[in-house]
């Protein structure tokens, strides 16, 4: 009976340790909120320096159709010739939240537009996933992100093409 006792106590001590720090706390839930319409402010003025702030030093963002980029460096390449290139008017939908530990993710759908700058305008409706990191001072920053298109016509193009 002892060694049974000892072995309950084990498991729930265990099952204790092993379970994250907080999950979806309403602070960590806000925060994050924060920080993702923040994002989305920074695409909508063009504020290039203020969407590299929301970056994780080691983020990856994984585009349609293309090669994962990793990297801060790398990442400030390819945004800062969007930036310079494009503007942008964006609305997002986040459909979910979760928080575990000091990891988060967000899921949501952006739509809106891309116009080259003294060029025409091209029309999105995206999907994507976003993994938070929480940073040593307490700021949520992108670790991760993947995304991809919810319109369905560019199936048809890609088939077309590929006929």
Known sequence: MKTNSIVVISLIF???ACAPDKINTEDDV??????SEQIVNAWNEGDYQAFI???DANASVMPPAAHSIKGIEA????????????????????????VFGDYGYVMANW????????????????KMIAIYKKQ?????LVYRN??????DTRKEKSAELSD
């Open 146 to 151: 993947i995304f991809n298109s919810n319109d």
């Open 14 to 16: 265990l099952g204790i």
């Open 111 to 126: 739509v809106g537009s891309s116009t080259r700058i003294g060029g025409e305008s091209i029309d999105f409706n995206n």
């Open 53 to 55: 702030g929301f970056l």
């Open 136 to 140: 040593p001072d307490g700021r949520w």
């Open 30 to 35: 806000k925060a994050i909120t924060e920080v």
């Open 75 to 98: 990442l400030k390449s390819i945004y800062s010739e969007s930036f310079n290139a494009f503007t942008f008017s964006v609305t997002e939908s986040i459909s979910e939240i979760n």
